[in-house]
T-cell receptor, first 114, second 117 residues
Framework: EAGVAQSPRYKIIEKRQSVAFWCNPISGHATLYWYQQILGQGPKLLIQFQNNGVVDDSQLPKDRFSAERLKGVDSTLKIQPAKLEDSAVYLC????????????FGNGTRLTVT | AQKVTQAQTEISVVEKEDVTLDCVYETRDTTYYLFWYKQPPSGELVFLIRRNSFDEQNEISGRYSWNFQKSTSSFNFTITASQVVDSAVYFCALSDDMDTGRRALTFGSGTRLQVQP
């Protein structure tokens, strides 16, 4: 089966600019996650979707970050305006609906904010 | 709140040595799941194993084995006869909140394993 697809692979922007990341989960996976991984740290959850509804966005900096999954499939994560501390790898993951099925991760988007 | 601690930041071994990666977790839930993921230099997180809180049997898969001990809240990972291809960052993760539908993983900070030829 095809894995989780993410684009772009790399992005470099200046602070205060905006950026968007795209994720296409594994076909049939109802749950989609966005994680932020700062260099040298473990991934940290930003938001979890179940179909097109938000299950958990408690750690999403809502003043600058937004995410949507309008049709319950693809998802977009946006940062506007970006700050230097947003430099990180943004990982998308998906899982099926069974309780505690493993998360399957994409290759991530490496964002550098200068 | 849940927490996962991987005290070993980096480990370096010579090929064919055995190595154990430590993981200690904290949770107030009685039902939870523990995971190990591997992150090679390519960056993709690769699922290795899942264990639920009611199953304390140790598991072996090829050169990999896992030791789950609820009494010490630990879920350690051993690689036997390590190989250069095992070089990666390894993450331990916890999933609880069984009743809320929030199934996202809480990750430790990772252990970087370098296997020298």
């Amino acid at each position: 089966e095809a894995g989780v697809a993410q684009s772009p692979r790399y992005k470099i922007i200046e602070k205060r600019q905006s950026v968007a990341f795209w994720c296409n989960p594994i076909s049939g996976h109802a749950t989609l996650y966005w994680y932020q991984q700062i260099l040298g740290q473990g991934p940290k959850l930003l938001i979890q979707f179940q179909n097109n509804g938000v299950v958990d966005d408690s750690q999403l900096p809502k003043d600058r970050f937004s995410a949507e999954r309008l049709k319950g499939v693809d998802s977009t994560l946006k940062i506007q305006p970006a700050k230097l501390e947003d430099s990180a790898v943004y990982l998308c993951a998906s899982s099926d609906s069974f309780r505690n099925s493993p998360l399957h991760f994409g290759n991530g988007t490496r964002l550098t904010v200068t | 709140a849940q927490k996962v601690t991987q005290a070993q930041t980096e480990i370096s071994v010579v090929e064919k040595e055995d190595v154990t990666l430590d993981c200690v977790y904290e949770t107030r839930d009685t039902t939870y799941y523990l995971f190990w993921y591997k992150q090679p230099p390519s960056g993709e997180l690769v699922f290795l194993i899942r264990r639920n809180s009611f199953d304390e049997q140790n598991e072996i898969s090829g050169r990999y084995s896992w030791n789950f001990q609820k009494s010490t809240s630990s879920f350690n990972f051993t690689i036997t006869a390590s190989q250069v291809v095992d070089s990666a960052v390894y993450f331990c993760a916890l999933s609880d909140d069984m009743d809320t539908g929030r199934r996202a993983l809480t990750f430790g900070s990772g252990t970087r394993l370098q296997v020298q030829p």
